[in-house]
C-alpha cells in the first residue's frame, strides 16, 4: 500500500464508499463527489483493466473506450507490474478477472 495515500481523509472516503448498498447510492454520491470526467476516467481505467486481462489489445481498447495509449499503458503498469494488485482484486470480485 502507498503509504502517501493513508491518512483520515482517505480513510473517511473509504469508509463512506463502503457504506454504500446498491448502485443508485453509488450514483448519488459519486455524482455529488466527481465531475462527469472524472467518474468517466474512473470507469474507463477499470474497463480497460479488464480489456488487458482478457488480451484485448491496444488498439481495441482505444477503439472500443477512447483510452488514450497513454492511460492504458499506465493502467498496464498497475494490473502487471504492481505488487498492489488492486485491479486484480476488484475485478476477481466481479468474476471478471481472465488472467
Known amino acids: 500500500?502507498?503509504?502517501?495515500?493513508?491518512?483520515?481523509a482517505t480513510d473517511f472516503l473509504f469508509d463512506?464508499?463502503?457504506?454504500?448498498?446498491?448502485?443508485?447510492?453509488?450514483?448519488?454520491?459519486?455524482?455529488?463527489?466527481?465531475?462527469?470526467?472524472?467518474?468517466?476516467?474512473?470507469?474507463?481505467?477499470?474497463?480497460?483493466a479488464k480489456m488487458l486481462t482478457e488480451k484485448k489489445v491496444y488498439t481495441e481498447i482505444v477503439r472500443e473506450t477512447g483510452a488514450s495509449t497513454a492511460t492504458i499503458s499506465r493502467v498496464k503498469r498497475a494490473l502487471f507490474d504492481n505488487d498492489t494488485y488492486g485491479y486484480t482484486l476488484v475485478l476477481d470480485k466481479l468474476g471478471q478477472n481472465n488472467a
Not at 1 to 8: A, F, V, Y
Not at 29 to 43: G, V, Y
Open 1 to 8: 500500500m502507498n503509504s502517501k495515500l493513508k491518512n483520515d
Open 16 to 48: 463512506a464508499i463502503l457504506s454504500l448498498e446498491n448502485k443508485e447510492e453509488c450514483y448519488r454520491f459519486f455524482e455529488d463527489l466527481c465531475t462527469s470526467a472524472e467518474l468517466k476516467a474512473l470507469s474507463q481505467r477499470l474497463v480497460v
